[in-house]
């Protein structure tokens, strides 16, 4: 028999049950249906109970099962007393919401906020399915799309003890033995904290445990901590252990020739995965994104030193402007218009265009023509990126005032598309743009949330909410919504409909029209 509760969840079950001694049965959970209306499981996952003979009460304790659909094989209906599937979620209390005109949209934004709740546990997951583990990246690039629903100041700092347990010690090292002798040690941040597990095999398209945008959680998920709560402890916790972090990095660039058999003037960090997701368990643009990242870390790594005063600045600085240097000598291409090349394909992308635009790689006097290329690139309306990628593309499509290129972009009937899972009836946000995703339940791709509440809500900050600037810029094709946002400093509240504008800001914030 097989129960569906509606919504696909990170779940534990409690199941009341009358039966024989010794009676055996199976419960398995699943997060679809197959065409015969049987379940159809991503891993095989399952428990089996053994009744007493007399009243049992079964409850999940102790882990937790990506499932909307529950199998109970071995038992009659009838046997049944009670059977439920708990939602399992961080305590971390809820802090906004976003509802708009566009029932598409709003349908959009509950998937992914159901597949951030999924996620949000002992740690920022990857999914209740499969490994369940702290996958670093998102705790960044998934920052703001979180904390605007969620206050998760204090489950972000604990992720911040994570990292720093996770890195590796003076003593400590491993060989990969997978395409390139690469030495994983001193400083590095792994992809995964806390540290369960090790990949360490380097399948010929990047290594699992060394990816420059997942150990940078340690330096840039903190800034964002900092940005949106103002919590200058976590960069100070964090400081010497990121500091560590890009001595490992800088070791790698400087070491580029040696490890890939080079001899040339230019240098990268290509080790990790890239655009990782443009396909399923497939990344892209290596060197372009590992490198970027390096670039972006040691200027953030710069602004922090100033905020807490450590005085660090000018070595951070004077680096990130020779990776700079080289960066654009090797990959930016001027030609009528100008654009970064895939160091691989030698073609322009999508990421490849956005990510040098959002981190200020660009030089100044040609930022409108890579922006030009990025606005060319995406205006067929058809997203060709991954998980790194896409949220750098939004934010610079918004930059370049195409928010209407985003909208029809998620609203596609096809993927890559929001809509398209909404339409084929998913309650959470799958982990790759297919309707056979392994995972259906990943919020690695909802970035368009942050979207909801910068863009079409209009709600702006970077100094942990003391300064607001509020400029809804969606009013074209959104008639009207309705956002609210618990910030760190008091309740910011906006309602737009029929070309009026109410906005209510805390007593102790600043105001700004915003562009």
Sequence with gaps: MIFDFGQNMSSQFYLKINGGRGQKIRIIPAEKLSENGDICQTVDTYAILTLSGKEDIFEQKFSVNGARWYKIEGAEYEQIIEFKSYFTTSSAEDCGYFKCSDERLNKIYYIILKAIESNLNHSHTDCPTIEKLGWLE?????????????????????????????????????????????????GLVPSIAPRYAKFITDWNEGSFWDIIPWGSSIILAAYEQYLFYGNKKVLADNYESAKRYIGYLTNQYNDYNRLYNKNGRERFICAGLGDWGIEQNKGRGRENIETAFYYHDLMTMAEISKILKKGDEKEFTEQAERVKKLYNESLLIIDNDAYYMDCQSGKATQTNQAIPLCLGLVPSEYAGKVQNTLVSLCEGHHLECGEIGLVYILRSLSAADRNDIICDIILKETHPSYLRFVETGETTLPEFWRD????????????????????????????????????????????????????????????????????????NTAFSRGR
């Design 436 to 507: 056979d995703a392994r995972s259906r339940n990943h919020d690695m791709m909802g970035h368009i949330m942050e979207w909801f509440f910068t863009e079409a809500a209009g709600i702006k900050s970077e100094d942990g909410f003391k300064t607001v600037s509020i400029k809804p810029n969606c009013t074209d094709f959104i008639d009207s919504f309705e956002c609210v946002f618990n910030s760190i400093r008091g309740k910011i509240s906006i309602k737009y409909e029929k070309g009026n504008l109410d906005v209510s800001l805390p007593m």
């Design 138 to 186: 998102p705790n960044h690039l998934m920052a703001r799309a979180v904390m605007y629903n969620k206050d998760v100041n204090m489950l972000w700092s604990k992720i911040a003890m994570d990292m720093r347990d996770a890195q590796y010690g003076e003593n400590e090292s491993d060989l990969d033995d997978g395409a390139f002798p690469h030495e994983y040690k001193d």
